[in-house]
């Protein structure tokens, strides 16, 4: 099992002999949740790419973890990126997408407020569960053992996804009708760099208005086999299979 691995708003500078101290709700977490002890390893990051790996000293209270902390490392941004475009599904389903997204080792969440989504993002309901999805990623994140952790952009409408897949080095729409001519994604052509966008409707599937735009804009319709995935699995199915093939799980 890898050390586990704790918050940092930034990196401060470590006091002398190396200690650096690890308070507030991480802290707590560390000493009164975990009960980590001297001797023990841990990773600290800020979640960027900046990271640590230190050794517990110490801890006071219930709330302080005091390390060794003799040196910050960065993580290099990978050459080829991948995000997802999710629509927004039902309920805590949004949720259980970015987790495993975050597990699989995406680079960057859009939520989607596609034309049959039934779940609507507004003022306070869209900033509550924003922040929702921004703290699984982050959670799911520590528990994957990550020092980089996927960006949950802010919600998009269709026409601002247009737009991004415009700028997108390959774009793809996991789509599946007998209607609609697609591709299997296990064989499509892919960048060495740059970023890949996929875009994962709700559980209606993509309007054929939608489909239009995304086509125009550069993404064509894949799938991903014989079987129909809901929309909380199929970005995560798309993203390991991708990062199979780019050498990222190599």
């Not at 700028?167 to 591709?183: G, K, M, N, Q």
């Not at 309007?207 to 086509?215: G, Q, R, Y």
């Not at 086999?225 to 929309?231: A, I, N, Q, Y």
Request: net charge negative; proline share 6%.
């Amino acid at each position: 099992m890898t050390a586990p691995v704790f918050v940092v708003d930034r990196f401060r500078e470590s006091g002398p002999g190396g200690r650096y101290v690890l308070d507030g709700p991480e802290g707590r977490h560390a000493v009164s949740v975990k009960r980590l002890n001297p001797g023990e390893d841990v990773v600290l990051t800020d979640g960027l790419g900046n990271w640590a790996d230190c050794v517990v000293l110490e801890t006071e209270g219930k709330d302080r973890l005091i390390v060794q902390l003799d040196s910050v490392m960065q993580e290099p941004e990978p050459e080829l990126r991948i995000t997802v475009v999710q629509a927004l599904p039902k309920g805590d389903r949004g949720e259980v997408a970015v987790e495993t997204m975050t597990e699989t080792g995406v680079d960057a969440v859009v939520p989607w407020q596609a034309s049959r989504c039934i779940t609507q993002w507004k003022g306070d309901r869209g900033a509550k569960s924003l922040a929702k999805w921004r703290a699984t990623a982050r959670e799911a994140g520590k528990q994957s053992r990550r020092v980089r952790f996927p960006e949950v952009r802010d919600a998009m409408t269709t026409k601002q996804v247009v737009a991004f897949l415009a700028t997108a080095d390959f774009a793809a729409v996991l789509h599946e009708d007998r209607d609609a001519p697609s591709e299997p994604l296990a064989t499509a052509g892919l960048p060495d760099h740059g970023e890949i966008v996929l875009v994962v409707g709700p559980e209606g599937g993509v309007s054929p208005e939608e489909l239009a735009a995304f086509a125009q804009a550069g993404a064509q319709p894949y799938r991903l086999g014989p079987s129909v995935l809901r929309t909380s699995t199929a970005g995560t199915a798309a993203a390991a299979l991708l990062m199979g093939r780019t050498g990222r799980w190599s």
